[in-house]
């Protein structure tokens, strides 16, 4: 019976396995986890899905995040554009590459992720950022957290990202603290609104 079940578990894996190397459904999946941590910190109405952020684009970012404008009015909004990237092939074959211990594969694997991570952070600016009307810098989620491990570890690769192409990576445990510090702002600004409200009275 137990080896029955251990069966049934293997092909259960199997199956999320195969799922998961469907690229329409991995994308989902990042998307899927990228709203998910949205919904437990921010309120509903300090993000929308699917935005042009970038005037006179059709290009739509899965998350934009919600920051006041000088005047707190509707059309004085600045977005925030978050995408959910998943290179989860490259990042596979890495693997497979530090299993066997074979130090050329590491070596071109790991060239690989950040050949694909730069040119995923070149179409998020060209796609989604439009100061003034978005912050001058976009986040890319990485919805694992040992591919945002890697990305980070690669010299200079971070860096490079801001530096080049105004986008900071950020995996599920950065983009808690991240919207968690974002939130505590909106608070702020809140209290602000509420106390001059307080003092006209």
Do not use: C
Request: aromatic letters at 6%.
């Amino acid at each position: 019976k137990g080896l029955g079940d251990m069966q049934e578990l293997a092909r259960g894996v199997g199956d999320l396995k195969n799922v998961l190397t469907n690229v329409k459904t991995r994308g989902t999946w990042g998307e899927i986890q990228l709203e998910n941590l949205i919904d437990q910190m921010l309120t509903r109405e300090q993000y929308e899905k699917n935005v042009a952020t970038k005037k006179g684009s059709n290009d739509k970012v899965e998350i934009a995040i919600k920051l006041p404008g000088r005047d707190n009015s509707k059309s004085e909004i600045v977005w925030l554009p978050i995408d959910a990237k998943f290179p989860v092939e490259d990042y596979q074959r890495l693997l497979e590459a530090q299993d066997k211990a074979n130090i050329d594969a590491i070596t071109e694997t790991g060239k690989a992720i950040e050949t694909r991570i730069k040119n995923e952070a070149k179409k998020i600016t060209e796609k989604y950022l439009d100061p003034p009307h978005t912050t001058d810098f976009a986040i890319m989620f990485l919805p694992i957290e040992g591919l945002y491990a890697e990305v980070l570890r690669r010299p200079g690769l971070a860096e490079a990202l801001q530096r080049d192409f105004r986008v900071t990576i950020a995996g599920p445990t950065t983009l808690a603290a991240l919207l968690n510090s974002l939130q505590m702002g909106f608070r702020t600004l809140a209290i602000e609104k509420r106390s001059s409200e307080v003092w006209k009275i």
